[in-house]
Antibody, heavy 120, light 109 residues
Framework: QVQLVQSGGEVKKPGASVKVSCKTSGYRFSSYGINWVRQAPGQRLEWMGWSSGYNGKPKYAEKFQDRVIMTTDTSTTTVYMDLRNLTSADTAVYYC??????????????WGQGTTVTVS | EVILTQSPDTLSLSPGETATLSCRASQSISAGFLAWYQQRPGQSPRLLIYGASTRASGVPKRFSGRGSGTDFTLTISSLEPEDIAVYYCQQYGGSPLYTFGQGTKLDIK
């Protein structure tokens, strides 16, 4: 079955960087993009960016443009999200989610289990 | 940026009743770009509805979506205890590419 398995929780100091991995399985990797979405305590879900499964090309939300990098390892079908210069406002659960793009419908049909990042 | 506003913030109903959740967009969006998610306590979001009205794989028929333009609705009939969750609407398009509503928390009495 389709699975997205994320790396474990992280505790970071302000100013540090964090790299979260998302290991995919159970589907043709090149046919689907992967989104990154975060959820800070008490806040709504927030889209951070997307990586193409076809060529690894990323697309970032303007808010994170200057300090996020999303990369892809096609040999292991793993996607990575690297967020730099962390502040306490980055404390959140980070999710990877497969993009469902069918006939002009856009949503996220499979989600990872989430990775808690605490900045303190 | 398209802002999604959900109402009510909290809904408390009894088993067997029908829940009606609203999602209003700050500007008109294509119905194809509207989705609904369920997030049970301690779990990741789960896709319920995409394209405003198409149920995702494995979603019970009790869940239905409708709407167009700026007003969209998620209806959950015959409520069950397992429906306790926060429900989010999501739209695609513009900048940022995806935005979400603030969520409606559904409690079962």
């Amino acid at each position: 079955q389709v699975q997205l398995v994320q790396s474990g929780g992280e505790v970071k100091k302000p100013g540090a960087s964090v790299k979260v991995s998302c290991k995919t399985s159970g589907y043709r990797f090149s046919s689907y993009g992967i989104n990154w979405v975060r959820q800070a305590p008490g806040q709504r879900l927030e889209w951070m960016g997307w990586s193409s499964g076809y060529n690894g090309k990323p697309k970032y939300a303007e808010k994170f443009q200057d300090r996020v990098i999303m990369t892809t390892d096609t040999s292991t079908t793993t996607v990575y999200m690297d967020l730099r210069n962390l502040t306490s406002a980055d404390t959140a659960v980070y999710y990877c989610a497969r993009e469902l793009a069918v006939a002009d419908y856009f949503s996220m049909d499979v989600w990872g289990q989430g990775t808690t990042v605490t900045v303190s | 940026e398209v802002i999604l506003t959900q109402s009510p913030d909290t809904l408390s109903l009894s088993p067997g009743e029908t829940a009606t959740l609203s999602c209003r967009a700050s500007q008109s969006i294509s119905a194809g770009f509207l989705a609904w998610y369920q997030q049970r306590p301690g779990q990741s979001p789960r896709l319920l509805i995409y394209g405003a009205s198409t149920r995702a794989s494995g979603v019970p028929k009790r869940f239905s979506g409708r709407g167009s333009g700026t007003d969209f609705t998620l209806t959950i009939s015959s409520l069950e205890p397992e429906d306790i969750a926060v429900y989010y609407c999501q739209q695609y398009g513009g900048s940022p590419l995806y935005t979400f509503g603030q969520g409606t928390k559904l409690d079962i009495k």
